[in-house]
């Protein structure tokens, strides 16, 4: 991809970062010596409030009526209301959000049900390589299921203590902190397990299919 010499391994990373800086002429967010830089993947930079991005409908779900069904290859599908997702032992973990338009914020503390648990109570099978989620307001995007193994990956209800707001999701989002933001899905309705990848909304519009902001996953 690059001409000129080989870039040594430890380099590699920056010199990504820097090339990305000049393509959108955006300064570094903070000096590598920063200990907070290092926990910003490289082209991100910090912000303290917590922007709402979306497609622009904010549906409006009665938790009463909200349910998630999960489907596909899985020995036990299941269609989970609120208080089912309560009746599984929270789940309270503090993660960094990364968004592919150069945002992060750090320390968010999500409550909800880890994917771990959800994965133990439908068993995918063998073939299920993939998960497909579906949103209320059409929004749709895709992970291998190895993100749904990750162990701050979640099913989200809370966030600071709080009920998840209508903006940001609520009643219930899915939570993938070891991936670019697009993959956390608001308002989801379905997690489909699949031997395909199949691509989402932004996966089809140029997003990365896996999305790793530590690799700088953001386009292609
Ligand atoms: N249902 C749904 N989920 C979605 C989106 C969306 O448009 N619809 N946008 C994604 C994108 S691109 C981002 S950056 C985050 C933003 O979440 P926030 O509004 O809570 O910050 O939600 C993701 N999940
Ligand atoms: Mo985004």
């Known amino acids: 991809m690059t001409d000129g010499p080989p870039i040594p391994a ?3 990373k920056l010199v990504a970062a820097k ?6 002429r955006r300064a570094p967010a903070a000096r590598p010596s920063d200990p907070e830089s290092r926990r910003l993947p490289p082209g991100q930079h910090r912000v303290r409030d917590w922007p709402v991005l979306d497609l622009g409908t904010h549906p409006n779900l009665n938790p009463k009526d909200w349910r998630l ?7 036990a599908p299941t269609v989970l209301s609120l208080a089912d ?13 990364h968004c592919v338009t150069a945002w992060s914020r750090l320390d968010n503390r999500w409550r909800g049900v880890s994917t771990r648990d959800l994965i133990a109570e439908v068993r995918p099978r ?12 059409g929004y749709t995007t895709n992970l291998s299921v ?15 203590g709080r009920p998840l707001t209508r903006e940001h999701g609520g009643p219930v989002r899915l939570v993938v902190p070891a991936l670019y ?17 199949v691509k989402g909304f932004w996966e089809a519009r140029g997003y990365h299919g896996v999305g790793d902001p530590w ?4 386009y292609g």
């Open 69 to 75: 069904s999960v489907e596909g290859l899985v020995a």
């Open 146 to 160: 190895d993100w749904l193994y990750e162990p701050d990956s979640l099913i989200a209800t809370h966030w600071e």
């Open 181 to 197: 933001f697009w993959k956390s899905a608001k308002w989801i309705r379905s997690i489909r397990f699949v031997a395909q990848d």
């Open 85 to 97: 997702l309560e009746s599984i032992p929270p789940f309270e973990v503090t993660a960094d959000i």
């Open 126 to 137: 063998d073939d299920a390589r993939f998960v497909i989620v579906k949103s209320h307001d």
């Open 19 to 24: 090339t990305a800086w000049a393509r959108d």
């Open 10 to 12: 430890d380099r590699a």
């Open 215 to 218: 690799k700088e996953q953001r």
